[in-house]
């Protein structure tokens, strides 16, 4: 006898290498450590594989010296079946509101180097920049998944969600993402907000995005599944759970238990949770686990990927102790600023401010430009209208403020961006670099030279010893195991 829901298939996006190393990782997965799984994921069956991100750009120019659009290019050669995905924000950078031209000139180059597909958030859920961004992307020939993000406050209510979602359907995008980047979802929420976002989708198809912070998200995924969300996002281990999202095998597993029929290849990425682990133990990078239910989470709203940065960052100085109470700070600063959705770049605007709260050891007493910027009304009049007045005016009144005031928003046309950030010679791809990063860390990139391959400890003999022959700056390889041993000279041929 088939299972009651054994006609009802599931499918799912893949998040591994853009939202899973994110959120566990803090964005040091280099692109040699993504290629020798890029295949196999390509063939699991996929809807989409999200691969890219505008804030990975400056981590990797600078910190990592990798190629962000080499990454998407090597990649793409790799997946030719599965539609490959970017996400962007209202702006390129983070704390900066980007020109109009020069984010079309990203869109159009994320669309020339292989990138199908931009699932696309703003941090209020404001439809004037929803409409905005589904302009640029359809000019650039890529086909939108549009974010409503969820978040919990006095003004985030179930109506707010129908009216949001509402203004969403109007538009040309090709899907609806519930997306929960905090993980602040329960079982309970979501049985009553996924019914009324399918309502008002106008029969856009629905995707269903959720993270672990708080243990739950997979039993959200299930709950979603239950009431006809076909799409699911999520990444395979060690980069799933903890602050990341679901585990594919995990989600599959109990969906299949329910009777609902995986439209996925488990089997053939068993060896790309086998590699991803190999990787996390030989670069000492963390592993998610499953976490238990921490009721603080949904006070602070920190989302995965501040999280992960929150414990490197605070690693480095020595003093991770304090994380829980920064955490802590984030629910204060948050709530005197109207409630802000702990989402980029907002996440980062206060996430920094409380740490900076913390370590100074007296709130407020140092403010970083950005919130300057937010109080003034620069990310929005809606936004800077729903801080606490008395904090407002505190802010408004400094003198960095005052400065601050006479900015205006940037409005630079392409012929100046072009002559600004390399002129003649100078391709579009390294312009945006050159604007994502700066002169000097591309330059720095660039004299670096190409990356070398990634050679793992489970790569087999013959893999290996090929590896180590294309490599130009050797001239000879000494390779040993018991019973067995190997010389390699490089010799000139005349």
Partial sequence: M????????????????????????????????????????DRAGFEAIEIMSSAFYKKSVRDLKDDP???????????KRTPLRSIRSRSMLAFQVSPPAITDLWLGRLAANGIHE?????????????????AGAKRAGLKTILN?????????????????????????????????????LTPETTRRLVPLIQREANGKSVEFHTHCNTGLGSLCCLEAIKLGITSINTAIPPLADGSSNPSLFNVAMNARALGYQTMIDEEILQPVRDYLTMVARQEKLPMGKPLEYDATHPMHQVPGGM????????????????????????TRVRAEFGYPIMVTPYSQ?????????VMVGERYKEVTDEVLLYALGYWGEEEAASIDANLRDRLVGSPRAKELAKVKVPDIGLVEFREKFGGAGVSDDDKLLNFFAGAEA???LKAAGAPKDYVSSTTPLVTLIEQLS???????????RPGFSLTMARRRMD
Wanted: contains cysteine; hydrophobic residues 40%; charged residues 25%.
């Fill in 2 to 41: 088939n299972a009651p829901n054994s006609h009802r298939q599931v499918y799912f996006v893949d998040t591994t290498v853009r939202d899973g190393q994110l959120s566990l990782w803090a964005s040091n997965m280099r692109t040699s450590m993504m290629l020798p799984i890029a295949e196999r994921l």
């Fill in 69 to 79: 659009w080499e990454r998407i290019r090597l990649l793409a050669q790799r997946m």
């Fill in 118 to 134: 931009l699932r696309t958030s703003d941090p209020s859920n404001t439809p004037k920049y929803w409409r905005e961004a589904v």
């Fill in 148 to 184: 409503i993000i969820y978040s919990i406050s006095p003004k985030h209510t179930d109506e707010y969600f129908v009216q949001r979602t509402r203004e969403a359907a109007k538009l040309d995008v090709e899907r609806i993402c519930f997306k929960d980047p905090g993980g602040l």
């Fill in 307 to 330: 999280i992960s940065n929150f414990r490197f960052q605070l690693g480095n100085l020595g003093k991770l102790d304090q994380l829980p109470a920064v955490l802590e700070e984030v």
């Fill in 349 to 357: 605007f206060f996430g920094v401010q409380a740490a900076i709260n």
């Fill in 442 to 444: 591309l330059a720095a």
């Fill in 470 to 480: 294309k490599r130009q700056d050797s001239k000879q390889v000494y390779v040993k």
